[in-house]
């Protein structure tokens, strides 16, 4: 009888133990899913945010160097950038340790009509909430619709102004995210979400705007998208 409830005990233990591990598996899958799964489970193109949501509610990551920047060009103090060379960073944990979503951001963004398109898919038409995660090495900004437009699904939102710290320069960037909105209405299927600078004098009198490390929408709805591998083909690092 000893040994009988010895076995049943060791038995009960693994079998718990296999339990632990498919929970852990399932919510690396959940975290990993939408994204591009280079198995980080967040700053992989679409993150998780975790715990730090109310219940029902996820907050998703999207990274700006994962949208079509192909065609996209800026002037830069020392030239203009062009296409996948508008990601910065080298995807390092030195670099996420600077608080770079992912290790990498986009910039600049110093032209009139500069536009990083998000296209977003949602499994049902719900609210949410909009996050910036922007930067500058210009002066700080105060960035407003008249000179950053946002919109969602052709549907300028109108936002009190946020301001940007400036940081010492490109590798030394910071970031902080800045709410754009907390009832923007998704779509069932696909969403555009846009980040559009319009002409100012952020840049010596010149047009000029943020550096953009990532997007983030929180919502109940299950969101999903296609990045587009910019870094693998990047020549800023």
Do not use: H
């Amino acid at each position: 009888m000893k040994k009988q409830a010895t076995f049943g005990k060791k038995l009960f233990g693994i079998l718990a133990a296999a339990a632990g591990l498919l929970v852990c598996l399932f919510g690396f899958a959940a975290c990993i899913d939408s994204g591009i799964g280079d198995g980080t489970g967040n700053g992989d193109g679409t993150g998780n945010g975790g715990g730090g949501d109310t219940p029902g509610m996820t907050t998703y990551t999207f990274e700006a160097e994962y949208v079509d920047l192909d065609g996209l060009y800026s002037p830069s103090y020392s030239g203009s950038v062009y296409g996948a060379d508008l990601v910065y960073g080298g995807g390092t944990q030195a670099d996420k340790d600077k608080g770079w979503s992912n290790g990498y951001y986009v910039g600049p963004t110093y032209l009139d009509g500069f536009c990083l398109r998000f296209a977003v898919n949602s499994d049902a038409a719900k609210s949410a909430t909009l996050i910036i995660r922007v930067g500058s090495e210009l002066p700080d900004l105060a960035l407003a619709p008249s000179n950053f437009e946002i919109k969602v699904n052709a549907a300028a939102l109108s936002y009190s102004s946020l301001s940007v710290t400036t940081a010492v320069d490109m590798p030394g960037m910071t970031f902080a995210d800045k709410t754009v909105s907390t009832n923007v209405q998704l779509a069932q299927g696909e969403n555009e979400i846009t980040l559009t600078v319009k002409a100012n004098t952020f840049k010596g009198g010149d047009t000029g705007g943020p550096m953009v490390d990532c997007i983030k929408i929180k919502t109940e709805a299950s969101l999903t998208w296609t990045p587009i591998d910019n870094p693998a083909n990047a020549g800023m690092a």
